[in-house]
């Protein structure tokens, strides 16, 4: 782990990451010994860092920094964290503030290997999301939901479990984005109020247009995943992952053979290196 | 500060509370060398703890740890955070997880002293709260809202910022609960659906209770700040903190001339602790 560039693996329990969340994160994929997507992932970054009012950390020293932490790694996660610094007692930001960065890299494990996998098997969770469109879409450090939802299943068969907010609408998976193939088109969350908008989900989008495939951002329900001829979920780590059922609902993997899936994934992460 | 009983002032960075604001806080006014009202927080503390599914470190373990860092210090402020500890990557629970306790105790800071203030000027936040039963009523580390809402002014003339949540409802102040005195009733906003339920709001509605002072848990929203004949706000370290102004309108202060407010003064600290 490197903390502000030093070897480190603590840090002052006075910042305010830990006090309040108040802080944001990346998660990248890193294939041999590279960042993958590490532009859009900068680029969500600095947006949230500029939401939050936080100062980000100039990218090309996070790049420095990032290829020094990976250091022998090839294959691995890569996790960027920035915070707001340490700040004196009270929710007020400091100002000026001090952001810190937090870079670990760790091996890929081995549950995350599932290109083979025909289909996955995700749950329906319980805990709905809260809807406050001043967070949606940022990866901040304040993710009680996630936790709480993940910690619904312990079965390791299921893969994901996905959530819908406090008004029934159908938003994500606890760690990945959602795409459903739905009377003809893809369909993926609208994120105006909840959610995080994953760099890969933004990624499969852009494709879809690339290759002129009819996609559309919408409010979803429960109704619409039962009648959907097949999804997939998205992240960075992941890339794209067929789901063959859902609770009881069983779907078919023959809408993963579009050109759009087979583009991606063919992709892979490679290509998008900084 | 001490870290699990050692003094210290870092924590080691995989620490949930920083990587998800995966843990819940306490903060304690410390009158002559005493935590105040030390069981409704630990109650408090224990109940978020269970709601969490994160194992409530032993209460006389903190309060042996929370005299010892309170040490000399007379008058000061005593913050507790309890975290799920540090995990594997991801949001899934570690099962048994190792939490950890930080407490820090500051001084009194100047600015709290206002009980001589006769009524503080407030503001509107334009931040909005989302609202999740799930988490509604916790003091969890994810605070981001609250920071966002805190950071809106920086005249020190104004002493607080009233939160509303989406849907229009009168909640909060960024760091306190609220009261109104509104056609003959003693109020306070419904935190079913968001809102910290603060040690001293809960003090405040017991005594109410006592004294015969007809109170409402209600929905409110901004035409009844308006309609009201007077406010104040609460927080343990505060206490009650009669509102003068919120914005251009202005209150009498007669109100707080009440059984009630003269009885959780009278009061103080003292006498709940431990």
């Known amino acids: ?87 004196q007692r009270g929710y007020r930001p400091p100002v000026p503030s001090k952001p810190n960065r937090i870079l670990d890299c760790t091996p890929w494990p081995a549950h995350l290997d599932t290109r083979s996998d025909p289909g996955v098997e995700v749950r329906l969770c319980s805990l709905r999301l809260g809807r406050n469109p001043v967070l949606a879409g940022m990866k901040t ?40 193939f739905l009377r003809g088109r893809l369909v993926t969350p609208d994120l105006t109020n909840c959610g995080i908008a994953g760099i890969m989900r933004g990624l499969v989008m852009e494709q879809a247009e690339k290759l002129g495939i009819p996609l559309s951002i919408q409010n979803l329900r429960l109704a619409d995943l039962k009648a959907a001829d097949g999804l997939f979920l998205t992240n960075s780590l992941i890339g794209i992952r067929p789901v063959a059922k859902v609770g009881d609902w069983t779907y078919g993997l023959e809408c993963m053979d579009t050109g759009l899936v087979k583009e991606v994934v063919s992709r892979g992460f490679g290509d998008e290196v900084h």
């Open 141 to 180: 450090l304040n993710r009680i939901e996630q936790v709480l939802a993940r910690s619904e299943w312990s079965d390791d068969r299921i893969a994901e479990g996905l959530m819908f907010d406090t008004e029934g609408y159908l938003i994500e998976g606890t760690a990945s984005n959602l795409f459903l």
């Open 1 to 87: 782990m490197l903390i502000n560039g030093t070897p480190t693996q603590v840090i002052e329990a006075a910042d305010r990451g830990l006090q309040y969340g108040d802080g944001l994160f990346e998660t990248l994929a890193v294939v041999e010994g590279q960042p993958c997507l590490w532009k859009p992932h900068m680029n969500r970054l600095r947006s949230g860092c500029e939401r939050m009012g936080i100062e980000c950390p100039d990218e090309s020293l996070l790049l420095r920094e990032s290829l020094a932490e990976i250091d022998a790694e090839q294959h691995g996660i890569l996790k960027i964290i920035v915070t707001r610094g340490a700040g």
